[in-house]
């Protein structure tokens, strides 16, 4: 069963960077895409942002040109470089394995805790 632990969350001033981390077990990552999703405070989760196999990003358009995902296929792991971050950054983020359909990602059903960021004004 797959299983997926995140972490490098924090508080942080709008305009600052965090990176979050996510380790990935119990799959053959390589067959997988990821993705990491948010949820912000009292609102729906959301898709940030998603990596296939081969290393190629895709982003909402929120947070484009300020985040970077990536994926290190050597240690099972998922990153997600947060730039410039925004209030609007604030929420807990979560990471995913799963594939892409021609419809788009479509996340594995196991979740993390999630990683709590805040971006303070």
């Known amino acids: 069963q797959v299983q997926v632990m995140e972490s490098g969350g924090g508080l942080v001033q709008a305009g600052g960077s965090l990176t979050l981390s996510c380790g990935v077990s119990?799959?053959?990552?390589?067959?997988?895409?990821a993705g990491w999703y948010r949820q912000p405070p009292g609102k729906q989760r959301e898709e940030v942002a998603t990596?296939?196999?081969?290393?190629?990003?895709y982003y909402a358009d929120s947070i484009k040109d300020r985040f970077v995902i990536s994926r290190d296929n050597t240690k099972n792991m998922v990153y997600l470089q947060m730039n410039n971050l925004k209030p609007e950054d604030t929420g807990v983020y979560y990471c995913?394995?799963?594939?892409?359909?021609?419809?788009?990602?479509?996340?594995?059903?196991?979740w993390g805790q999630g990683t709590q960021v805040t971006v303070s004004s």
């Open positions: 995913t394995t799963g594939i892409f359909w021609p419809t788009g990602y479509r996340p594995d059903s196991t």
């Open positions: 119990g799959t053959i990552f390589t067959d997988k895409a």
């Open positions: 990596i296939g196999k081969s290393g190629t990003g």
